[in-house]
């Protein structure tokens, strides 16, 4: 394995104070740069930091009955241990974005001009436990839909060394921009107004100093990401009329409203995810209209590895064509975001289990849950902020932590699962048994820590 340098990082040698670690006892570890099961391995945590310290290998008969029964070791020799999961494409709407839930219960809508912000906010929190507890130790909440900057006061609370409440890493985008007349709620009254109720699913710019104007406001109050709908049902208001051109992805913003921060766009006609690949766009989401799926585009996206390509199959059908010709090219920047929240937060693992029944490797799969969550969401300079050369000396935040690898001075948010991924993925991926997160545990043999 590949060793990571960082102020935490120790050799195997170092002698640790008892009661500031704790010892997990793996069955098998999973290397995410390897894509191997590395048998019996220890990994070591600051309780300090929630930072992993150091992997090695566990010999049973080295083991010292003193440290076994100090409180300080974990055997969790019966599970497979991961990095935690990563969602990279959840939803306020659903409340993951925490802020929206499932649509099968409450429409859209409905939720966004019926349920109050206090009643979202509530639901927001509910459905934060449920993920971390189902294994996601990190999601990016891709837009409040409706309830304002309510994402950037949940982070709050879930961060930090003592939460105010369980659950994952939160990167929030805060609203997401759209540009005028394109998305909803409309009002069926009211044509030429913009929202219903007061209230609108996301934040309007039109030009490019109103879009300047929407990001800096929006960074300013605390957003991870910018999250743009860079084509949309701009014509819904035909659906009665012509419900093939209402459905369709229209273009909402010019060459020069886009860029200039790390950016999350919904994209899914052909055209413009071209020029936002042009544009260095950090992240595709969805993409599902391109049929007939010409190489080309696919080539494009997958020789372009510093843009990630987030397909959301939960939500998106349509996007099984073009995950597949995905496959058939070996493309590999993919990360799993399921859109969350329109199906139930704590079933996110439903995006990892339809790309293995679409044929992807499950290994590789795994890799794109926790890694790629990682290589996806990072921040803005995170290089310079982990800096080991003495250049950067200011204090970690939650969401400056590397995580996505049981590797030396990453983040030791750590998922353990009982079964074998190889005979029953789905049954194993689900069967999550121990959670920590930023080395506290949430989860031990089932139990609610």
């Known amino acids: 394995m ?3 340098h960082s102020p935490e990082t120790v050799n195997s040698n170092t002698k640790f104070v008892a009661a500031e670690i704790q010892r997990i006892l793996a069955g098998k570890l999973f290397d995410t740069y390897q894509l191997q099961f590395l048998p019996s391995q220890t990994i070591i945590v600051s309780k300090n930091t929630g930072i992993i310290l150091n992997v090695e290998s566990t010999n049973p008969n080295d083991l010292d009955p003193s440290q076994m029964s100090s409180g300080n070791t974990i055997d969790l020799r019966h599970l497979t241990i991961l990095p935690g999961f990563v969602d990279t494409h959840v939803h306020c709407k659903c409340l993951f974005c925490v802020f929206l839930h499932s649509y099968g219960e409450t429409s859209w809508d409905d939720q966004t001009t019926k349920e109050s912000l206090v009643e979202r906010t509530v639901r927001a929190t509910v459905h934060a436990r449920k993920t971390l507890l189902s294994g996601f130790t990190t999601v990016r909440d891709l837009g409040t839909e409706g309830a304002e900057d309510a994402d950037i006061s949940l982070r709050k609370c879930l961060s930090g060394p003592n ?43 039109d030009g490019v100093d109103e879009c300047i104007r929407a990001t800096r406001r929006q960074i300013g109050a605390g957003a991870d990401w910018i999250k743009i709908y860079a084509d949309y049902r701009f014509r819904s208001r035909m659906n009665g009329l012509s419900p093939r051109f209402a459905g369709m992805p229209l273009p909402t913003f010019n ?39 010409p190489d080309s585009l696919m080539r494009l996206l997958s020789t372009t590895p510093n843009t990630i390509w987030v397909p959301t199959l939960a939500a998106w059908q349509s996007v099984i064509k073009m995950f597949q010709r995905a496959l058939a090219i070996g493309m590999d920047n993919i990360a799993c975001g399921g859109d969350t929240g329109a199906f139930p937060h704590g079933e996110n693992s439903l995006e990892m289990k339809l790309m293995v029944r679409l044929g992807a490797e499950w290994k590789k799969v795994l ?29 970690l935040g939650d969401n400056d932590h590397r995580f996505g690898c049981i590797k030396p001075g990453w983040a030791a948010d750590l998922v353990g699962v009982e079964g074998d991924f190889e005979k029953d993925f789905e049954g194993t ?8 997160k930023a080395g506290r545990i949430y989860k031990l043999d089932e139990k609610i820590v």
């Open 255 to 293: 060459e020069l409203e886009l860029g200039g921060v790390k950016v999350a766009a919904h994209a899914s006609n052909t055209n413009t995810i071209v020029k936002l690949l042009e544009l260095g766009i950090d992240t595709i989401e969805h993409g599902s209209t391109l049929t007939p799926h």
């Open 429 to 436: 991926v689900d069967n999550v048994q121990f959670v920590m």
């Open 163 to 205: 939460p105010l409440i369980p659950g994952p890493r939160y990167f929030c985008a805060n609203r997401a921009i759209v540009c005028t007349g394109s998305y909803g709620p409309k009002s069926s009254l009211h044509m030429n107004r913009e929202g219903l109720e007061g209230v609108t699913g996301a934040e309007v710019a």
């Open 367 to 395: 890799k794109w849950a926790t890694l790629g969550g990682w290589e996806c969401i990072r921040p803005m300079g995170w290089e310079v902020v982990n800096a080991t050369d003495g250049s950067h000396d200011m204090p």
């Open 2 to 4: 590949t060793q990571i």
